[in-house]
């Protein structure tokens, strides 16, 4: 952007409360995301004059041409993130710096324009304090925080969106999978792929999974495995990255997910949970390919512990079997406990990083708003 222009500007911020307050959402009857707040954040963009204003504004329809970009050529990148209630009241966002960088990133990759990490976030905080009476106080429960950056000139000429807008709203939630998950590996469809844009977070890369996603559930599973290439590499879980915990092939206890290849979403919750298994220095953590054949002789030997998927909205979830070219494999969840949700590193994991969420234990993650 030209010096001359301006960016977003947080202490430029205006807020318009709504007339019209809705009611407390009752815990029991939340399905993720399809209950939103009262308020919504919305940051416009020009070309010829930079960011306007942030606008906090009551939660409703977007006004936006037929010929934007983002309807025509799905010019679209998005985050996820959430906000905790600590047991002091307080709410904290968790490693929200690392959404922003990935945020931009994404948004670079679409040629949408670059924008202030931090007063960006500052507006979002703003934007929470705001409807903060919609973050859940009860454990396991949280805020979801969704921005958006769309690419809105009306314009069918296919060079780059010269108009966009930045909006956030927020969608108080409960726990995504609360148990385990019976997977589908499709090696006939890919979800992303070398040279491609798979380490983005852009709504493109979305779309082209939900019927593939969909006869998975027809069929009885929960989700698809992404498996890439003649080898069959295990990329990814849904839209979720994917670990496995066993005595690997050298007799070393393991903890596995897919490198940062190109082909991997940089996950922020991947990204904490291999910081914390490496914090414990226990057993050995790596991030490298793995096949699906090395997983079913694993499996076949006895060395596979267990299996999870990781994500914002799930936190981490754990895999009790996968169907692969024609046969059920069971994976271990908790020998100890066949009713077991969690197998144990996966609760381990989930239970460091949820205190951490939730303010129950110190740390720099934890972000106040």
């Not at 952007?1 to 977003?8: F, K, R, V």
């Not at 670079?108 to 500052?122: E, G, N, V, Y």
């Amino acid at each position: 952007m030209s010096a001359t222009l301006p960016d977003i500007d947080a202490s430029k911020l205006t807020t318009t409360l709504t007339k019209t307050p809705k009611e407390a959402y009752d815990l029991e009857q939340l399905d993720f995301g399809k209950n939103f707040t009262d308020h919504m954040l919305c940051i416009r963009y020009t070309e010829d004059s930079g960011w306007e204003a942030p606008e906090i504004k009551p939660y409703g329809p977007l006004q936006i041409d037929p010929a934007a970009f983002v309807l025509n050529y799905s010019v679209e990148t998005f985050e996820g993130m959430k906000a905790f209630r600590a047991p002091d009241g307080t709410v904290n966002l968790f490693r929200p710096e690392k959404n922003m960088q990935r945020l931009a990133t994404s948004s670079q990759r679409i040629m949408l324009p670059k924008f202030d990490q931090a007063q960006f976030l500052q507006c979002i905080k703003e934007l929470i304090k705001v409807d903060q009476r919609f973050v859940p106080d009860e454990y396991g429960y949280s805020l979801y925080v969704r921005p958006n950056f769309i690419g809105t000139e009306p314009n069918l000429n296919l060079k780059y969106s010269r108009e966009a807008l930045l909006y956030v709203y927020l969608s108080p939630v409960g726990p995504y999978f609360p148990r385990t998950v019976k997977l589908c590996a499709n090696s006939k469809e890919a979800r992303a792929w070398p040279g491609g844009v798979g380490n983005y977070k852009l709504g493109g890369n979305y779309a082209p999974a939900l019927r593939p996603a969909m006869d998975v559930v027809k069929m009885g599973y929960d989700q698809i495995l992404w498996l890439l290439g003649d080898d069959h590499y295990v990329t990814e879980v849904g839209t979720m990255n994917f670990f496995i915990f066993w005595t690997n092939s050298q007799g070393e206890r393991e903890l596995v997910t897919a490198p940062l290849d190109g082909i991997i979403l940089p996950g922020v919750t991947r990204d904490s949970l291999l910081a914390l298994a490496r914090k414990w220095g226990e057993f050995k953590v790596s991030e490298r390919k793995i096949t699906m054949p090395e997983v079913v002789k694993a499996l076949a030997e006895g060395r596979v512990l267990e299996a999870f998927g990781a994500g914002t909205a799930c936190v981490v979830c754990s895999v009790s079997s996968a169907f692969y070219e024609g046969t059920d494999y069971a994976i271990p969840v908790d020998a100890a406990d066949p009713d077991a949700v969690f197998g144990p590193l996966t609760k381990r994991l989930r239970g460091e990083l949820l205190d951490i969420q939730y303010g129950k234990t110190r740390s720099p993650w934890a972000v106040p708003v």
